[in-house]
């Protein structure tokens, strides 16, 4: 495809700005080695193609009038979403012309997939959005045999699904290989079954790894630039040995198409929960019990932990959970969980949840200026474990506004209560006013949140609060952290300190 000059021109400009630089500072001083490409990926793929397969999925929806399309309620990013709109725009005509005909009180609707056979059994893990909202699943084979599927288990958070087909006779299987043995810039294979069109195979490399691509808490995704189109999620991403490193998910695309930009979940994530599925039908993550934040660098200066902003700040324990029992206190730094290092808030969830259960681990936490090491007993994590929710403290007297934070506090009676729908167990200090231009306010404090603890310390009445915020300032820290609870939940807060007016430079 030719580019338009002004496309170009950057890169133009670029190749002259490379040609003109001096030839020493372009030549690495040890050249780096690349191994070969191979000349055909023809012989691994016959072997490995008879074991993909693949997925069609059907349910029956719900279709209103021609008033407007009476959308079903798939998951968001389910085939069956895009699917529908796509036949109700069929159905109504172009916009400003007549709408097609009426179509009928109920439909079936289809969307395609694909998978890959992990047992001779014919156990089959393909993604969960090209199952979910099913009520009839059907496997198609290489050989274009088509079985009915069971499905065994599903992971909705991580988006995996192991179905069941009986095929009477043994199955062609792949076995999982090491992702993490899998470096940027090696060669991958990925082989779908879209469309029903029989095994597709497309090769490129390792863009990336690590990926976190907000499709759920787990995210550590694979980036391929081996194209996967539409029809492909499910599928296996191969290593050059023929053993399967990811599952292909998602990819970017602004028109549908690939472009390049491809995403699969690691093997090694996948086969555990392979297995637990394969056992128990659904994932047995492992669950802490804690509620967790970002260490900003306003956190961080604010506790005193050396070596920057890192870890994991415990902004909540839920109740009877392994983080109280750990004895794990609002307001720690998770350093390391089973001695490994916990670099930022996106880690640890994805840990914790790949350990056993029931296993006990070690932690390192930062707790008042020192590391503390705690161990913790695994549970398994609840279905309903976000709608928990951790309660503190307790309330009492009145105190003039602290007008250096920019917010005025009052202690949490009955009337406070009623007005902000408070519970009734629910301590602390009551924000009932806030300076827009103040402190408080950038941090998006507002009236009817309560401050359960100032400098991981309880609070009861604004003295207390105001009596903590004045220590604070005298050891000539630039912030006071703050634990607030708010309509969403616990979180933590540093509240910027404004210079002490009695302190003049000399």
Known sequence: MRLPASALRPLLLAGLALAAA????????APALAR??????ADLAAKLLPAVVNVSSSAEVQVGDNSGPDLPGFPPGSPFEQFFKDFMERHRGAPGQNPGPAPG?????????SGFIIDPTGLIVTNNHVIDGADDV?????DNTSLKAKVVGRDTSGDIALLKVDAGHPLPALQFGDSSAMRVGDWVLAIGNPFGLGGTVTAGIVSARGRDIHEGPYDDFIQTDAPINRGNSGGPLFNMDGQVIGINTAIYSPSGGSIG?????????????????????????????????????????????KGGARGALVAGVLPNGP???????????????????????????????DTEVGKQVPLTVWRDGKEVTLEAVLAEKPDDVEKVAAQQNSPQSAAPPISSLGMTLAPID?????KYHLSADQKGVLVTDVDPNGAAAQKGLKPGDVIVEVQQGEVSKPEDVQRRVEAVRREDRRSVLMLVQRQDGL????LPLAPDKDKQPG
């Open 138 to 142: 059907t496997v198609t084979l290489q």
């Open 323 to 353: 983080a109280q029992g750990a004895h794990l206190q609002n307001g720690d730094i998770i350093l390391s969980f089973n001695n490994a290092a916990i670099k930022d808030t996106h880690e640890l969830p994805r840990v914790v949840a």
């Open 105 to 113: 009180p109920e439909r079936r609707m289809q969307s395609l997939g």
């Open 22 to 29: 001096p030839t020493a500072a372009l030549l690495p001083s």
């Open 491 to 494: 979180s933590w807060v540093p």
């Open 414 to 418: 009955n009337a406070a209560r009623d």
């Open 261 to 305: 930009i491809g995403f699969a979940i690691p093997s090694n994530m996948a086969r555990q929960v392979v297995a637990q599925l394969r056992e128990y039908g659904h994932p047995r993550r492992g669950w802490l019990g804690v509620r967790i934040q970002e260490v900003t660098p306003d956190i961080a200066e604010s506790l005193g932990l």
């Open 36 to 41: 070969p490409a191979p000349d055909s990926f």
